[in-house]
């Protein structure tokens, strides 16, 4: 009888779509289950000192203030008025998916004040997005066919085996730099990660880079870049530049731009006409105003191809009515854009200084130079148990989230060939709490040394010298921090 029943029995229907299902989100990569231990367990200075601190997350915080104060001079922005007159009926109706104008003019000429004029932005060349996530799965989508394969210098944004690959069917071939030059990218590693590609049968559509660079926090030099439009332009594909951090940066050399280079080309060599139409920038204000939360990104080209069709894909994802009317009078404010540059810019370095200041002063880390960004590039294999491995690396990065309490990303998530690299956010928290998180490396890094001293020389070797510290090696941060006063929480936040 239950052989019967069982023979009788049909197969369940698959309720869900393949894309549905299938596990290519990248959601399992260490960069996101750090995120997700964070919010079970976030630092709070009153409410929860022994949480873990949020390292993981690029977020520009240090400028709100500036914002705050330019909404409270200017009412009529949130208010949703125009020379005080209400707005509030034309930007409830239906929006034209092509952007309003004002918020488009003012983008262009914000972005090119970033680049100091050296290069200037046509307003009907952008493309706007509900952030750089979807600027980039547009662009794939434009530009790659399913199957079809973009060459990504290492070490990347761990974002983008989502952004770029999960609903576009892309491919990407990574482009593999190394410590040994900075982890610049160079034509040899072009070079092999083109014929790497073509022995797995893929079409190369292109090169994506980030400038300035995620995780490395460092601005692409001339040089470099001027050889990338050279290989794009040899093999015939696209040059995509993430440019979502140009505002960032803050020591020489400065950034600049791919365009910067596409336009000093000028009519140098034949294909010079449709390299033009070939490269094309990704920008959002997420980082440079610190305004993640708004989605606002866009795609700049001059490929009227690309415009068209990105354009209409925006519909899926559109900025709002009120967002654009209030960035159109914030970014037209050209006195206010003008000072917030200069100082947020050098408020992000002040923070850099004092997070990279504060690793140079424990034993087994170092930074790798850095001049833009909202994270430092760090090498912790000198806190090894062993030599360096991607399995150390993980060990390594189960601890310093679980034991030390802090939420960094693991280069492996980004795609580092060489192990015992993470990326570390500094922005995205108060200069109180940053020195909490190196307080608690400090003692981390003193308990193994001190462990690797009782291990005998070659473990000695692997960790690196021992410093003498005055914290404690062993504590509960739950009971060692003093509690904080609410105004000293308010200033936290």
Not at 55 to 78: C, H, I, K, V
Not at 156 to 169: A, E, Q
Not at 194 to 217: E, F, H, M
Request: proline share 5%; net charge neutral; aromatic share 8%.
């Amino acid at each position: 009888m239950v052989s019967m029943m069982i023979a009788d029995e049909k197969p369940q229907p698959q309720l869900l779509s393949k894309k549905a299902a299938c596990n290519s989100h990248g959601q399992d990569s260490s960069y996101f289950l750090g995120w997700e231990e964070y919010e079970k367990n976030p630092y709070d200075p009153v409410a929860n000192p022994g949480g873990i601190i949020q390292m993981g997350l690029a977020e520009n915080q240090l400028s709100l203030d500036l914002l705050e104060a330019w909404l409270e001079a200017n009412p009529d922005a949130l208010g949703l008025r125009r020379e005080g007159t209400s707005v509030f009926r034309d930007l409830a109706l239906f929006q034209d998916y092509h952007g309003m104008p004002a918020f488009k003019n003012a983008l262009a000429r914000f972005m090119s004040e970033q680049r100091g004029y050296r290069v200037t932005f046509d307003p009907s060349n952008i493309v706007l997005t509900a952030g750089a996530t979807s600027a980039n799965e547009a662009l794939m989508f434009c530009l790659a066919d399913h199957g079809d394969a973009f060459l990504i210098p290492t070490p990347y944004y761990p974002g983008f085996d989502r952004d770029l690959k999960w609903r576009t069917g892309a491919e990407i071939v990574p482009v593999h730099c190394t410590s040994a030059n900075g982890f610049r990218v160079t034509r040899a590693a072009l070079d092999d990660a083109y014929r790497r590609a073509q022995k797995q049968r893929l079409r190369v559509k292109g090169v994506l880079i980030t400038n300035p660079s995620n995780p490395l926090g460092t601005t692409s030099p001339r040089a470099d870049l001027e050889m990338l439009v050279d290989f794009v332009a040899a093999k015939g594909i696209h040059l995509v530049s993430d440019e979502i951090y140009s505002g960032t940066a803050f020591a020489e050399p400065g950034f600049v731009s791919v365009l910067e280079v596409v336009a000093a080309r000028g009519n140098s060599d034949a294909d010079d006409g449709q390299l033009s139409e070939r490269v094309h920038v990704v920008y959002s204000l997420s980082k440079d105003l610190g305004l993640p939360g708004f989605r606002v990104g866009a795609i700049y080209s001059s490929n009227a191809g690309v415009v068209s069709a990105a354009t209409k894909m925006s519909s899926f994802g559109l900025v709002s009515s009120q967002t654009q009317h209030l960035l159109a009078s914030l970014l037209g404010d050209r006195d206010f854009t003008r000072r917030y540059i200069a100082e947020n810019t050098r408020r992000i370095k002040e923070r850099r200084d004092q997070l990279a200041e504060g690793l140079a002063a424990i034993g087994g880390i170092e930074c790798l130079e850095s001049n833009a960004g909202l994270f430092c590039w760090v090498n912790m294999r000198g806190l090894m148990r062993n030599a360096p491995s991607f399995e150390g690396e993980m060990e390594l990065w189960k601890k310093v989230v679980f034991e030390v309490g802090l939420n960094i990303s693991p280069g492996s998530s980004c795609h580092c060939r060489e192990p015992g690299w993470f990326r570390v956010c500094f922005a995205n928290m108060s200069a109180k709490t940053l020195d909490v998180a190196l307080q608690r490396l400090a003692a981390f890094a003193e308990a193994t040394a001190v462990e690797g001293r009782g291990r005998g020389p070659a473990a000695r070797r692997v960790l690196g010298p021992a410093r003498s510290m005055s914290l404690p090696i062993r504590f509960s941060w739950a009971n060692r921090l003093t509690p904080a006063s609410a105004a000293d929480r308010k200033a936290e936040r």
